[in-house]
């Protein structure tokens, strides 16, 4: 017999959700597939997937791993004390930028962007899309 999801059904724990969430962004941004660090890993990629989604918790050891793997320190998978957030987390501004930069247009802006190697060029483009902004706003 098989149990059925209910409504009831365990939540990941926030934190396990952001370090999921952390690992998924910086895969995306190297252009990694689950596959392919599930094969780094020693794991399958509906490993990597639960991970990702916060459903099963990483490990002190795995994380090392990963973040050797994604070249990235393990402090970057967590979140960061904020004195406006009162504690760990991040503040809802933050989440959104979070979601936005995992998003796949988040990621090709941060690709293309990081390609500009002028500086100059890079603060102009800022500036550009600021004043979007604030059009689209007004």
Do not use: C, H
């Amino acid at each position: 017999m098989t149990k059925m999801k209910t409504s009831s059904a365990k939540r990941p724990n926030s934190t396990d959700a952001y370090v999921g969430s952390r690992v998924r962004m910086r895969r995306k941004v190297l252009g990694m597939s689950q596959e392919k660090l599930g094969e780094q890993l020693g794991i399958t990629f509906q490993q990597v997937q639960k991970y990702e989604k916060g459903a099963n918790r990483i490990g002190a050891s795995r994380l090392q791993t990963i973040s050797q793997v994604l070249d990235m320190p393990i402090s970057y998978f967590f979140p960061q004390e904020t004195p406006a957030a009162g504690g760990m987390g991040e503040s809802g501004q933050s989440d959104y930028v979070s979601d936005f930069m995992m998003s796949s247009e988040g990621i090709e802006l941060n690709r293309a962007f990081a390609r500009i190697k002028d500086p100059k060029l890079r603060r102009k483009v800022i500036d550009l899309v600021r004043t979007m902004a604030a059009t689209e706003i007004s």
